[in-house]
């Protein structure tokens, strides 16, 4: 427990949180960002909790599950943490797909909220 | 030219110069960096301007080509800007292969240098 540097702990359980709760109810997600917040969702920009829960809770799909496939954190000259994920999606009865998700964090108040998410489908064709 | 938010242009302007002189000459990457920057590639962590250009340099291939599928701004709280690259590569004669790298920029002395960069390759299996 001791090994890890910090931001990686804070990296790493944060990531867990997320998807643990965008898998269960992605209605509660509005409890990590703030006013300040800035989703990008497959090229599309939102601003703030209210808009960036509107839209995550909105998404077309009854059933998701994520697996994660690596995992990076750092942290920033601004004390804030940079985490950056690869992994795979499952919606529904859709095939599985593969996505690259990146999330600032910044501790407010003795907490850490995400202040800036970034979410894209890995669609590359490798031909 | 005046349409695009300026993180936006900063952020892609930024894109463009690091992969021109990736492909054509890595070992001038290091007017990017500073020396509490920090470069996560592939898992392993590098520190500081020196380190990271060593580790771009060492790189086992001659030729590299990146192709850009994909790039996302965002503003940071802090006046930074958060950019994420999906992207195809092709090193020496070997298969193309995708990727997913992510940059923090910060402006220092009115330079936009990179405080964090983190580069994973897509191997995803998509069955």
Redesign the interface.
Known sequence: MGDKPIWEQIGSSFIQHYYQLFDNDRTQLGAIYID?S?L?WE?Q?FQGKAAIVEKLSSLPFQKIQHSI??Q?H?????S?I?S?V?G?LKADED????F?Q?F?L?NINDAWVC??D?F?L?L?N??
């Open positions: 300040a800035c990008t090229g920009q496939t690596s990076d750092q942290p920033t000259p601004d804030c940079l950056m690869v795979q095939p599985i797909m593969g690259h990146m600032l910044k202040t800036n970034m894209r890995a590359h490798f031909g």
